[in-house]
């Protein structure tokens, strides 16, 4: 029974979206039916995991995991594919209301289509456990995304879909390159068996190539500090309930990915010991924060913004993969920075959080004021006050005040600096994160201290009218999730901690 | 000559580069397009030599099925006898012929590959055994994984060229242009007017 629950985790939703194309009329329903289910599915195989304390799997088709392929899922992966199956669970109802308005009439099933295919891609990268089987699943998400995004308003979204289109297939095919490295080193695809066979040959160049290519295709799909310049544009033209959706997972599932290449299958010992992966990664992670902080706060529109952001929370997140060392211990080399990597894997869940919340929140401001320009949000803590304030609480976590989800994950990556002793990156989280207090206090102010053209203020607060409940509920959904994971950590830090555990010496 | 065994590995790394060159330095989004296309058929180059073995031939049952279900043992002798093609293969397989040799093979510099791939394709009869079918004496076959895997990229391929090609029709109506400079020239100049 546990195995079958892992395939359906991704059938549920990769068949549900040819079944939108039959079913055109209630499509919608369809989709926010399978979005449940799949998340259902997700808690179910995580509480199959901790309660097993061992890796399910599942071999397709029957064949041996030699020849066919495994769906693996460890306290890692289980973690993942909750997050990812639990936004698309909660951003799916908010999408007819954006729908009707801004795909063509009548088209409104193949929406449906592409967001399930993206949905089951993202969650096939997670689950599988075969090398080869991750780059199909990368580009069915992938190319769901690609026209997820084409869909936005006006012909600047089809620009930033056809050059995120080039970047994400470079990227891709550099995943597919590293991939067949590894094949022609080991004669083999499985990742269990490959975690076993490549550290026997990490001398060869051919490793070195294959961690290469790895390392760089994600870190495009990752948008990683020099090769983030597809996401601000991607981002800001998409509908906006697609970035909510891709902004929350797709960077997520690539991030996991990195740390499934770095740990299980090449090995800490040879990324960390022999390659050095923390000296590039430290200096990338800490540019990223500083300039996707930096440029954020001089952006006019509001997406663009919160996409910026994006840049820099990828940054804490690689951070936090840069404070694992190899040290020598007794018994041969051990490894540390176990708070670090938790701070890394715990912002993975709580940036999906804040960020999925942040973006349901403009959506919700978009249906009332068609616009996203910062400046025509002058008034509208007056006249959308539960949209304002929840986008308060949220832009608060994003700093990392105490008492919400943004402080734990920050808290954990200066615990990480502070065991490899470096007060200095200590400082700099603190410093990036009084950036973003910057950019989140900008769109404050205008909100609440500035009027708007035409509104007197006597007639201010009059016009109060929030956004349609079918927005607002998924987003305030999100935003109280920050504020409780940011109280209760026992699922986010609980969780996070067994996948860093688990990825560093491989039991808890 | 050892070089010459690495020529469809040079190739590889040539046609990628002539891709990533044409992605980057074109301006004309179909080009671009047409770049990205080599530099994925690159990749499919590169894999189909990672799987070729020393005069190994195509993964496809040699023995005729009628003859190898009756009489496993005579059976490769009847074929080599009935198809002369399939007999000088096999002999040639047999003959150490280091001149010769399949160019990939040598590519694959790794010992545990070269190994790994002998072992997976000469000593494999799993599948002939299923159907009742034992692949004839001294028959070696290339290695097919990685044709199937090609084939899959390749679906990867045509999927996002399509998609990409026709997000370019899409922008064509939009902007009248497919170049990039004009196309950014048209953004400045609807920002201005706005």
């Known amino acids: 029974v546990t195995g079958d629950l892992l395939i359906l985790q991704i059938v549920v939703p990769l068949l549900s979206a040819p079944i939108c194309l039959l079913l055109r009329p209630i499509a919608r329903y369809v989709a926010i039916a399978a979005g449940i289910a799949t998340f259902a599915i997700a808690w179910a195989i995580l509480g199959e995991v901790i309660a097993s304390g061992a890796p399910l799997s599942y071999e397709l088709g029957g064949f041996a995991r030699q020849y066919g392929i495994e769906y693996r899922v460890d306290y890692a992966n289980a973690f993942v594919i909750l997050i990812v199956s639990a936004i698309g669970a909660i951003v799916l109802p908010a999408a007819p209301g954006m729908v009707d308005h801004q795909i063509l009439p009548g088209r409104e099933y193949l929406f449906f289509a592409a967001f399930l295919l993206c949905l089951a891609g993202l969650l096939g990268v997670a689950i599988t456990g075969d090398a080869f089987n991750v780059f199909v699943f990368l580009e069915i998400s992938s190319l769901s995304a690609y026209i997820l995004i084409s869909l936005g308003d006006g012909r600047r979204a089809l620009l930033a879909a056809f050059s995120y289109l080039v970047m994400g297939t470079i990227g891709g095919t550099f995943v597919l390159i590293g991939i067949g490295f590894m094949y022609q080193l080991t004669g083999t695809l499985n990742m269990a068996e490959l975690s076993v066979l490549l550290p026997s040959v990490q001398g060869e160049r051919t490793a070195l190539m294959a961690f290469a290519f790895l390392t760089v295709g994600i870190a495009i799909k990752l948008a990683v500090f020099p090769l983030h310049q597809w996401l601000p544009s991607a981002y800001a033209q998409a509908p906006t309930v697609v970035t909510a959706f891709l902004a929350a997972t797709a960077t997520k599932v690539a991030y996991y990915l990195l740390l499934r290449v770095t740990f299980t299958l090449f090995g800490a010992t040879f990324a960390f010991g022999v390659l050095h992966l923390e000296a590039l990664l430290l200096p990338v992670s800490l540019a990223a924060m500083f300039t996707g902080s930096i440029a954020a706060i001089y952006q006019t529109d509001l997406k663009r913004l919160l996409a910026y952001s994006s840049i820099a929370q990828i940054g804490y997140m690689t951070l936090g993969l840069s404070l694992v060392r190899v040290v020598d211990g007794t018994s041969g080399a051990a490894l540390s920075g176990v708070d670090g990597l938790t701070g890394g894997i715990v912002h993975l869940f709580n940036h999906a959080v804040i960020k999925g919340g942040l973006f349901l929140l403009v959506l919700c401001i978009v249906e009332r004021l068609r616009s996203t320009r910062i400046v025509d949000l002058r008034g509208l803590g007056r006249r959308m006050p539960i949209t304002m304030g929840a986008f308060v609480i949220a832009g608060l976590s994003l700093v990392g005040v105490p008492g919400t989800a943004g402080f734990v994950s920050k808290w954990y990556l200066v615990l990480g600096a502070l065991e490899q002793g470096s007060i200095v990156i200590a400082a700099l989280i603190l410093l990036s994160s009084l950036l973003a207090l910057i950019y989140v206090w900008r769109i404050v102010e205008v909100a609440y201290f500035q009027v708007a053209d035409g509104e007197t203020a006597t007639a201010a607060g009059t016009g109060w009218r929030e956004a349609r409940p079918s927005a607002l509920i998924p987003a305030c959904t999100l935003v109280a999730a920050t504020v409780y994971f940011g109280l209760f950590t026992d699922l986010s830090v609980g969780m996070a901690r067994r996948a860093a555990m688990w990825l560093m010496v491989g039991h808890i | ?194």
């Open chain 2, 1 to 194: 000559m050892r070089w010459l065994g690495h020529a469809p590995y040079f190739a590889t790394i040539v046609l990628m580069m002539v891709g990533l060159y044409i992605v980057i330095a074109r301006e004309n989004l179909v080009k671009k397009m047409m770049g990205l296309n080599i530099f994925q058929v690159s990749v499919i180059m590169f894999y189909v030599a990672m799987g070729n073995v020393d005069g190994g031939t195509a993964p496809i049952l040699v023995a005729s099925e009628a003859v190898a279900v009756a009489e496993p043992v005579v059976a490769s002798e009847a074929v080599a006898v009935a198809e002369p093609v399939v007999a000088s293969e096999a002999v040639v397989v047999s003959e150490p012929a280091p001149e010769s040799a399949g160019p990939a093979r040598e590519g694959a510099e790794s010992a545990v590959a070269a190994d790994r791939d002998d072992a997976r394709t000469t000593a494999s009869p799993t599948p002939s055994v299923a159907s009742g079918l034992r692949p004839a004496a001294g028959v070696v076959y290339s290695n097919p994984l990685p044709h199937v895997l090609m084939l899959t990229a390749i679906v990867v391929g045509v999927a996002t060229t399509a998609l990409g090609l026709s997000f370019i029709v899409r922008i064509y109506e939009d902007y009248g242009e497919v170049e990039e400079d004009a196309i950014a020239q048209a953004e400045r100049s609807a920002e201005h007017v706005a």
